[in-house]
């Protein structure tokens, strides 16, 4: 009888935490089964994290929980849209905002996560993959429903981007995950001179003033690196199409929402590209038009950004939330 009560007493959130885990580990068992032979990439890389440094863990888990997060809240917006004209309206609005705010948990757990926070890593004989936050279990297999496999590609990518996966998983699999991942990568340093660096092994160097909400300076600098190749690499392709790029009239355009920014590469000359980072950030492009203009010409180059911050649209507030206000997690994959 205490128990339930403690139950009851622990309100709806936690009831619908119980249901979300107990559907997770019901979907992780038939996935498991379907796949003995070959494991997905996320539980290779969850078995290759379970020894690694703790930075590498904590990223793997930050990124596994706010794709989560994001996961779930489209899932939220999804029913109150399909469902908001129909007799199902009420209960479609009542389970949104329960998915909602477990949603929101998931992304607080994630955003708790500091360099000293710490992260356990665990793959079953099921093949089903928990994060441990401070002791907080999060199971990431068969939590998505249907999509599952976009989830866990969307967090295997992301995670490609700031580390070298090819030293982590199978060059086969690699190969895959690596598609649309293989530029330039983020990694971090922290002194206490310059602050937070976010650095790329092809030389960018972005400097935040502050040590404060690093999940959020992650985030920001791993779109910008992820987009910066992305237009890199797009510039490459036309150049070998015979187009000659105009550096003084490059820039990026905004567009409707939900549609992919126009890029003038000359006059008259344009592309279309997912850069929403660098579109909302004009100054940020036309600062490092030097070091884009020396990759996509195969040259080295070092360009050391200050204010970071500023220039990423994140200003200089401990609080700021601007990039979660405005962009939801890589919110630029197309399916």
């Known amino acids: 009888m205490e128990s339930g009560q403690s139950l009851a007493k622990s309100g709806p959130g936690f009831v619908l935490l119980l249901i979300l885990v107990l559907l997770a580990a019901t979907q992780t068992q038939s996935l498991a089964s379907a796949s003995e032979t070959m494991p997905s990439v996320v539980v290779q890389l969850a078995r290759e994290l379970h020894d690694s440094p703790l930075p590498m863990r904590s990223d793997f888990a ?4 706010t794709q989560m997060a994001e996961f779930y809240t489209g899932e939220a917006a999804r029913a109150r849209r399909e469902l908001g004209h129909t007799s199902r ?6 389970w949104a905002a329960s998915v909602d705010d477990y949603a929101r948990k998931i992304q607080t757990l994630a955003d708790s996560i500091t360099t000293a926070t ?17 002791g907080q279990p999060v199971i990431l297999t068969g939590a998505i429903g249907g999509q599952q496999s976009v989830y866990e590609r969307r967090v295997v990518e992301r995670f490609c ?11 086969q699999e690699t190969a895959v995950v690596l598609t649309q991942s293989d530029g330039a990568r983020a990694y971090w340093s922290f002194s206490q001179y310059a602050g937070p660096v976010c650095m790329t092994h092809d030389g960018l160097e972005f400097q935040f003033q502050q040590a404060t909400d690093l999940g959020e300076k992650r985030e920001a600098c791993t779109r910008v690196v992820a987009e910066l190749s992305e237009l890199a690499m797009a ?9 000659r790029v105009d550096w003084e009239v490059l820039k990026v355009l905004p567009v409707p929402a939900d549609e992919p920014q126009r890029v003038i ?14 579109v909302e950030n004009p100054e940020l492009l036309k600062m490092v038009r030097p070091w884009l203009k020396a990759r996509v010409r195969g040259e080295a180059y070092s360009l050391v950004v200050l204010n970071a911050g500023r220039l990423m649209g994140l200003g200089d507030r401990p609080d700021s939330s601007v990039v979660k206000q405005r962009y939801p997690a890589f919110n630029n994959d197309r399916e």
């Not at 930050?62 to 929980?65: F, G, K, R, T, Y």
């Not at 710490?118 to 936050?133: E, K, R």
């Not at 510039?235 to 187009?243: K, P």
């Open 62 to 65: 930050w990124l596994a929980l």
């Open 265 to 278: 590469l000359a006059t008259r000359v344009e592309i279309q590209l997912p850069l929403p980072m660098l």
């Open 161 to 171: 981007i700031l580390y070298l996966c090819e030293d982590l998983l199978p060059e």
């Open 235 to 243: 510039i490459v392709r036309e150049q070998q199409q015979g187009m």
């Open 118 to 134: 710490p992260i356990i890593i665990t793959v079953g004989i099921d093949n089903s993959v928990h994060v441990y936050v401070d």
């Open 89 to 94: 309206a009420r209960d479609a609005s009542q």
